[in-house]
Structure formats: C-alpha cells, structure tokens
C-alpha cells in the first residue's frame, strides 16, 4: 500500500504519516541499511524502522530497515546467525515481532520500561529475544551495566556471525520526549558502541530514534568512534 500513497496518508495515528515520495524515501533508507550490513557502516537514515512490524507502518517507522538487512544477508551472502542490538530508548516491537520464532537471529534490547510502544517487557518474544527494560533516570551506569550483564552474555552464547545495532540517541541526558526520562551521555553511546562492536566478527549499524537536532550529529560521530 505504502508504494500506492499520492497525497498524505496516516498509517499510524498520530505519529505515523506518508506522502508520496514516503515509499521512495523508505527504499532508499533499507538500502542505506543493507548497505551498511555489508560494508561494516553506519547507516544515517531516515525513516527510521525498528516499530514496523511485518505488516504495515508504525511509529515513525515505515519499513523495518534492520530487519530488511538481516533478512538479505542471509539471503544473499550465506549469513547463518544475526544478532541484533537496539539501543534505542523506546522497545523496537517491530524487529521482535519479524524474528519471534526464528532461531537464526536474535533480538537484544535496552530500552526505557513502559514508554511508547509499551512491549519490550522480560519474557516478550520467542527464545531468542531478550529484552531489558530499565527505569527511568537509568545513566551510562545503569545503561552499560545492564549491557554486561544481560546482553553480553546471551549474545555470546548465541556466537553470530554478524552484529547489527539499532543506534537510537532518544535515551540521551539532553532528549525532550514525553515520558521519556533517561541520562545516557555522549560517552556513553560511545562505549555502548564499543561493546557492540566487541561482540562479532562484523557489525554494522542503523539509526533509529534520536531528535535534538543539535546533539544527534555530535552523538553519531560519538558512536561511530566506538564502532571503529
């Protein structure tokens, strides 16, 4: 449907709306992904993509760019397991929903408990789901220790061949969203990073939330330092 759209269109009320160059713009983003899956880049794209499910659009998110990345590295190049961090302060419902029950990819997630989309709960999805809901006013303390102890440890024993990240910055001490109550600083993102780089052979990286446009490209380049 979202290839059909000629004038402005909610998929998603209120957050959620296409136009007619919306499908040009979703494609062009999913490739800037695959793209980044294969190089070891990171892809500064928009829309962003972690709340599509595997059917239609929702928050934001018009095409499950992550997934889309996932799906064509194993397809195209042989890529046999997945892991997928997302470091995005809100649950990334959508990439939980695409991979539930497949045992190839695993989804791994560090999010802000009972925000928007309101999943991303301890137990949600299938055996290769982990999601890790912190509290509210969670730091670089909270954030990286909960990383040590809960991410680490499963991705490793899942041993992938490929790391892709969900870099959002939405968790970042100067963020104004509503509900949204996190302290991660720019080094933060960056060891966040670093240790998600630390965890595969390949990683590459995709950006998800993060909307002060006057920290994001200085938390960006924060990041891709940790991925280098």
């Known amino acids: 449907m979202l290839e059909r759209v000629s004038e402005p269109t909610w998929f998603d009320y209120p957050n959620t709306i296409a136009s007619e160059t919306s499908w040009e713009a979703a494609l062009l983003a999913a490739g800037c992904a695959i793209e980044a899956a294969e190089t070891g880049a990171f892809a500064l794209v928009r829309p962003p993509g972690h709340h599509a499910p595997p059917q239609g659009a929702m928050g934001f998110c018009l095409l499950n760019n992550v997934a889309i990345a996932a799906r064509h590295m194993q397809a195209v190049h042989g890529i046999g397991r997945i892991a997928i961090v997302d470091f995005d302060v809100h649950h990334g419902n959508g990439t939980q929903d695409v991979f539930a029950g497949d045992d190839s990819v695993l989804y791994a997630s560090l999010h802000q408990a009972g925000v ?113």
Not at 120 to 148: C, H, I, K, Q, Y
Not at 195 to 211: I, K, M, T
């Open 116 to 228: 928007y989309p309101g999943t991303g709960n301890v137990g949600e999805g299938g055996a290769t789901t982990m999601n890790v809901p912190l509290r509210a006013g969670s730091g670089d303390g909270e954030w990286l220790r909960a990383f040590e102890r809960y991410v680490e440890p499963v991705v490793a024993r899942f041993a992938p061949e490929l790391v892709l990240v969900s870099a959002g910055f939405d968790a970042h001490q100067e963020e104004d969203i509503y509900l949204v109550d996190m302290h991660v600083t720019d080094d933060g993102f960056t060891e966040l990073a670093a240790r998600c780089a630390a965890l595969a052979p390949r990683v590459g990286a995709v950006l998800e939330g993060g909307y002060n446009l006057e920290t994001l490209p200085r938390l960006v380049a924060a990041a891709r330092s940790g991925f280098s």
